[in-house]
């Protein structure tokens, strides 16, 4: 079973700084994807970027960009010139593309951004 | 559209009660999923389904049950409620195809409290 680890329970950054969230994952498959959702104490799950483990070229949108490391299983998100709108809780997931997963996703535990001014 | 919407949004139940949380999607979806996210924690699966009719169990399906009689609705049923279930509750929904990149869409969630 694939597994997701966030080890930044917490960061913290100032309004117009960059900031890095850390995820790691350990799977056996060769394609997946690999997600960052956004969740503002609003709770709804956004969906912040995607990226398709066959690509080599990292994900962005926007102000967001990934670090995808194929090979350490490593997939961070860049929030580049940090808004006070950013600040919410940021998960990391994970979805096989086996045949017969169904596209589920599994989720890391979370990383709680605060943005000062 | 409405995309996928959940009801209640808030719940309180005693220790032994039952209920069912309602999810409803009209994006013709094949796949739907409910999670729960405990606090500080992340989303875990409970069930899922690929189509209807069709219905299997996710990470942590004790104490719960679905079923899936339309593309539609997903149910989520508890029986004899207890202070673990204590949670906030997500539905989902994909669209199938399993190699190309369909997005998963939330409901808003529905917490639910066990006392």
């Known amino acids: 079973a694939q597994t997701v680890t966030q080890s930044q329970p917490e960061m913290s950054v100032q309004e117009a700084e960059t900031v890095t969230l850390s995820c790691t994952y350990d799977t056996s498959e060769s394609d997946y994807y690999l997600f960052w959702y956004k969740q503002p104490p609003s709770r709804q799950m956004i969906l912040v970027i995607r990226?398709?483990?066959?690509?080599?070229q990292n994900a962005t949108e926007n102000r967001f960009s990934v670090n995808f490391q194929k090979a350490a299983k490593s997939f961070s998100l860049k929030i580049s010139d940090s808004q006070l709108g950013d600040a919410a809780m940021y998960f990391c997931a994970y979805r096989s593309l086996r045949t017969g997963t169904a596209s589920k996703l599994t989720f890391g535990t979370g990383t709680r951004l605060q943005v000062t001014l | 559209n409405a995309g996928v919407t959940q009801t209640p949004k808030f719940r309180i139940l005693k220790i032994g009660q039952s209920m069912t949380l309602q999810c409803t999607q009209d994006?013709?979806?094949?796949?739907m999923y409910w999670y729960r996210q405990d606090p500080g924690m992340g989303l875990k699966l409970i069930y899922y389904?690929?189509?209807?009719?069709?219905?299997d169990k996710g990470e942590v399906p004790n104490g719960y049950n679905v079923s899936r009689s339309t593309t539609e609705d997903f149910p989520l049923r508890l029986e004899l409620a207890a202070p673990s279930q204590t949670s906030v509750y997500f539905c989902?929904?994909?669209?199938?195809?399993?190699?190309?990149?369909?997005?998963?869409?939330f409901g808003p969630g529905t917490r639910l409290t066990v006392l």
């Open positions: 389904s690929v189509g209807a009719g069709i219905t």
């Open positions: 989902a929904s994909s669209q199938r195809g399993q190699g190309n990149y369909n997005e998963q869409f």
């Open positions: 994006m013709n979806h094949n796949y």
């Open positions: 990226q398709e483990a066959y690509k080599q």
